[in-house]
Nanobody
């Protein structure tokens, strides 16, 4: 059974930084593409960043490009999201997601592309 556990959320001032971690278990991590999504109150869950199973290909939402960085450590079965220059509009619950794939360089951006999700971690950036 796949389990994803996010950590690293918290409250920061606008302009600050946080690093989210997502520890995976119950899967062959190197066979999974990974993604980060977020959901603000009253809004739909939206794509933030994705990384291929090889780690060599990444993709970002325009709203976070240049500020956020996704990475993975297959030895630790963990995917990270480094968030810099946080803005109040980044405030949301952040979720990691996993999808088995046979393709080493493919990333996925839709919620329906993923079949395993974590419980989420709250990120609050205040002005």
């Amino acid at each position: 059974q796949v389990q994803l556990v996010e950590s690293g959320g918290g409250s920061v001032q606008a302009g600050g930084s946080l690093r989210l971690s997502c520890a995976a278990s119950g899967l062959t991590f190197s066979s999974y593409a990974m993604g980060w999504f977020r959901q603000a109150p009253g809004k739909e869950r939206e794509f933030v960043a994705a990384i291929s199973r090889s780690g060599g290909s990444t993709y970002y939402a325009d709203s976070v490009k240049g500020r956020f960085t996704i990475s993975r450590d297959d030895a630790k079965n963990t995917v990270y999201l480094q968030m810099n220059s946080l803005k109040p509009e980044d405030t949301a619950v952040y979720y990691c997601a996993a999808r088995f794939t046979r393709y080493g360089s493919t990333w996925y951006t839709r919620t329906q592309d993923y079949n395993s999700w974590g419980q989420g971690t709250q990120v609050t950036a205040s002005s």
